[in-house]
């Protein structure tokens, strides 16, 4: 078993839509990343949190630490959300270990 | 602005071939990274340095090799590419950190096929 599980996988929405992503852990963690990336490969950082919740925009991000488990919610998604979103925690004092990632696709 | 590039976004190889990657970084962190990113697998750690000359095997080193000569610059090398290492590879970089927080850096990634 992975130690970062996302789900879903793949999720598909129409413009305008509620997106909930969600990840789960297996390790104590101090802190979560959530990351996205667009098309071409290029790595971005959203979200590093370790309590509670994160509001960048449209995106809020949060965590229960007890439960191991942190959600990515995008509102009233447009195309341009469309991308993989990653779910990443720290593994050691430097390192990271990534959930398998979700793809999202927001049509027009 | 912080950046980490690659030496290139898409590579072909023959199997057998020797391969080099390479990354550099502009923003003088003491920690790199080499993933590779393949579908349903997400990341996965092949090596990390923390300093240079010094190296740690990631979860996937086998096949691969690594070299810092130079604080900014981070190379992998496949000494006899294989066709199983046809992936995308991204390299990422950080600040040594002893705080919560330890945001990776990525570079724009390289796609090599494996022929």
């Known amino acids: 078993k992975n130690e970062v599980e996302q789900s879903p996988q793949n999720l598909t929405a129409q413009e305008g839509e509620f997106i909930t992503i969600n990840c789960s852990y297996s390790v104590g963690i101090s802190a979560l990343h959530w990351l996205q990336q667009h098309p071409g490969g290029g790595i971005v950082s959203l979200f590093m949190?370790?309590?509670g919740k994160k509001k960048h925009g449209r995106l809020i991000a949060t965590i229960n630490i007890q439960e191991k488990h942190s959600s990515l919610h995008i509102t009233a998604s447009h195309p341009r959300d469309s991308a993989v979103y990653i779910c990443a925690v720290r593994k050691g004092a430097q390192k990271l270990v990534f959930g398998q990632g979700t793809r999202l696709t927001i049509n027009p | 602005d912080v950046k980490v590039t690659q030496s290139s976004r898409y590579l072909v190889k023959r199997t057998g071939e020797k391969v080099f990657l390479e990354c550099v970084q502009d923003?003088?962190?003491?920690?790199m990274f080499w993933y590779r990113q393949d579908p349903g697998l997400g990341l996965r750690l092949i090596y990390f340095?923390?300093?240079?000359?010094?190296?740690e095997k990631g979860d996937i080193p086998e096949g691969y090799s690594v070299s810092r000569e130079k604080k900014e610059r981070f190379s992998l090398i496949l000494e006899s590419a294989s066709t199983n290492q046809t992936s995308m590879y991204l390299c990422?970089?950080?600040?040594?950190?002893?705080?919560?927080?330890?945001?990776?850096?990525f570079g724009p990634g390289t796609r090599l096929t494996v022929l």
């Open positions: 340095s923390y300093d240079v000359k010094m190296k």
């Open positions: 949190l370790s309590s």
């Open positions: 990422a970089s950080s600040p040594w950190t002893t705080g919560a927080y330890n945001e990776q850096f």
């Open positions: 923003m003088d962190h003491e920690n």
